[in-house]
C-alpha cells in the first residue's frame, strides 16, 4: 500500500511539472507574439527594405540573385532575431525595475527604473516617484495619528469608569438618603454616561482588525430578561410597561437553553441601544409599551447566500417593539447610516446619529440580520434574525 501511495505521488509531482513547464513555455510564447505585434511595423519595414535590396539585385545581375537570394535571407533573418532577442531581454529588465519601483518609490528603487526607461519616460517617473513618496509619507502620518487616537479614546474610556464607578457606589450605598425623583434621575444621567462610553468602545472594537468576539450558546429569552432588569430604573422613570413573551411555537422548541449561538456582549450591546432607543423616542403622552417577542419564521431566501443555494432558511427571531413616536416613511431607509439623525423634533436634538449605525455594524459581524419597521406616531420596531444552527 505504500509502495503503490509513493508511486502515485511520485506520477502527481511529474505531471503537475509537466503542467508548470508547459504554462512557462506557453507564457514565453505569448510573451514574443506580444513582442513581434508590438514591433510589427519595423518588421514589416525591414522586409520591405529586403524586397527592394532583391529587386535591385535582380536588376544588376539576374544570374547571381539566385545564389546570392538564400544567403541574403538568412543574413536578415539573423539580424532580425538578434535584434528581437535584445530587445526582448532589454523590456525584460526595463520591467523588471519599473515594478520594483512601483512597490517600492524611494530614490534608490526610481534611479534604476531612471537608467533603465527610455528618454521620453524619466520626466514621469520622476513626477511618479515624488507623489507617490509624498502620498506614503501621509499614509504613514495618518496611520500614526489614528494610532494616538485610539490610544487616547482607551485611556479616556478608562479613566472616565473611575468617576462612574464612585457614581454608581454612591447611588447605591446613599439610596436611602436620596429623594426617589433625585435618585432616579441621577441613576438616568449615569445610564446616558455609560452609554456614550460603550458607544465609544464598541465604535473603536468594530474598526479593529482582531476582534475578541466569543461565540457561545446563548438563551435569547434569559438574555432579554437580564437587560430588561439592567435598564429597569430607566424604563420604569420613564413609564414604560414592559412585556416580554415566547410564541408558541418556539415553546415547543427542544433544548430552549440553546436557541441561538452569538458573542454575548455584542448581543447586550445591541438589545442595550434599541432599548435606550425606545426611551428617548417615547410618546409624550399616555401608555408607553416594550414588548419583546421571540419566534420562529422560514424566511423566503434571505440574503444572497441563501439566494444562491436556493434555499429558505429557518431563524429564531427577536423582535423587540414600542409604541413611540416611530420614524417618518422617508427617513426609515436612513436610519442605519452613520451620524443620521433625522428630523424628529425636540427628541433628536441631541441625537448623535450612532446608536443605530453601531447596531447595524455589530449585528452584520455577528450574523444578525437587521430589520426595522416603524409608522410615524404609531410606533417602531426592530426584527433581529438569528440562522438556527443545524445538529447533526
Known sequence: MSDFSYHR???ENDHRNNDNGMNIGMKRIRDWWNRLREYRLW?????????LLGLLLWLLDAKSFWSLCGIFSLSSMGLFIILACYIYRRDQRREKKILGFIESPDEFHEAEALEASFPRERKEIEMIGSRMRALE????ELKAQLEGQEEYVEA???????????????LDNRRDEIPQGIYLRLQHARNQMQEYVNQMLYYERLKAVHKDYIFEKICLSDCCEEMLEEYGNLLLESGFVTVCRISEQCKNVEDMDDQVVSDRKGLQFILGQVISNAVKYRKDTGERTLILELSDEVRELGNDIDRKKGESPEYTILCIRDNGKGVKPHELPFIFDKGFAGDIGVGRKNATGMGLYLVKMMAEDLNIQVEARAEWGVGFEMRLYFPKICKY
Not at 43 to 51: C, F, K, Q, R
Open 9 to 11: 505521488n511520485d506520477g
Open 43 to 51: 518588421l514589416a519595414v525591414l522586409l520591405l527594405v529586403d524586397a
Open 137 to 140: 509619507q501621509e499614509i504613514k
Open 156 to 170: 479616556w474610556a478608562h479613566e472616565i469608569k473611575t468617576p462612574l464607578s464612585l457614581m454608581t457606589f454612591m
